[in-house]
């Protein structure tokens, strides 16, 4: 069984500011995570992923996020907000084999202010 | 860059119609999917396919039907719309890497049954 929770559906910033949008997983296996974004009337795009290849993953538009296995978290940041950078971001999760079934969480809708 | 398409875009129905909607991908991918996703709920899985002649039904049951006679279309039927229905569709596809699939998405199509 997999599953993430992502805390706060909602998050507001200044331009210039940190974004930090969080998400924890559960699994029962070494999970694969993801970060996708979703700009409004489109499609889900990917952000980045962990592999399992390194801790620290840097993904497009500045983004990165951390694996913390001992926190079983995978937090989303970015230096400096943009204006662009409103968007919903969703954290999702999947394990090793067979069809590596996707699991995504709730969204957190990402607000940024002038 | 991804090439995945959706049709039509937004559809208002009444109650009882047939509809499909369409996906297509022209980036060769065996694995395709389709979602349902509603505002602050996680995107559910309702049907995927591994290839040609392959589908399976996904975590969220589903009145729809699925076919797959070409690996770059992936049609969705209702054969009688109900009001709940409503929600929007997304498809996806991705790459054959075996690890870690990055999915491409569709725009999506947002579904009215009045």
């Known amino acids: 069984a997999q599953s993430v929770t992502q805390l706060g559906s909602h998050v507001s910033v200044s331009e210039g500011a940190l974004v930090l949008l969080r998400c924890n997983y559960s699994s029962s296996v070494p999970p694969y995570l993801f970060w996708y974004v979703q700009y409004p009337n489109q499609g889900l795009q990917l952000l980045l992923k962990?592999?399992?290849?390194?801790?620290l993953v840097k993904g497009i538009n500045g983004f990165e996020a951390e694996f913390k296995k001992s926190e079983t978290s995978f937090h989303l940041t970015k230096p400096s907000a943009h204006m662009s950078d409103a968007a919903e971001y969703f954290c999702a999760v999947s394990g090793l084999g067979g069809y590596q079934k996707v699991t995504f969480g709730t969204g957190t809708k990402l607000q940024v202010i002038p | 860059e991804a090439d995945i398409y959706q049709t039509p875009r937004y559809l208002v129905i009444g109650t009882g119609k047939k509809i499909t909607l369409e996906c297509s991908q022209t980036?060769?991918?065996?694995?395709m999917y389709w979602y349902q996703q509603d505002p602050g709920m996680e995107l559910h899985l309702i049907h995927y396919s591994y290839g040609v002649n392959s589908t399976e039904k996904g975590d969220l049951s589903s009145e729809s039907t699925v076919s797959r006679i070409r690996t770059e279309h992936f049609p969705l039927t209702l054969e009688s719309a109900r009001p709940s229905h409503t929600s929007q569709y997304l498809c996806?596809?991705?790459?054959?890497?075996?690890?870690?699939?990055?999915?491409?998405f569709g725009p999506g199509t947002r579904l009215t049954v009045l």
């Open positions: 962990y592999t399992s290849a390194a801790t």
């Open positions: 980036m060769g991918h065996d694995k």
């Open positions: 996806a596809s991705s790459d054959n890497s075996g690890w870690a699939d990055t999915q491409y």
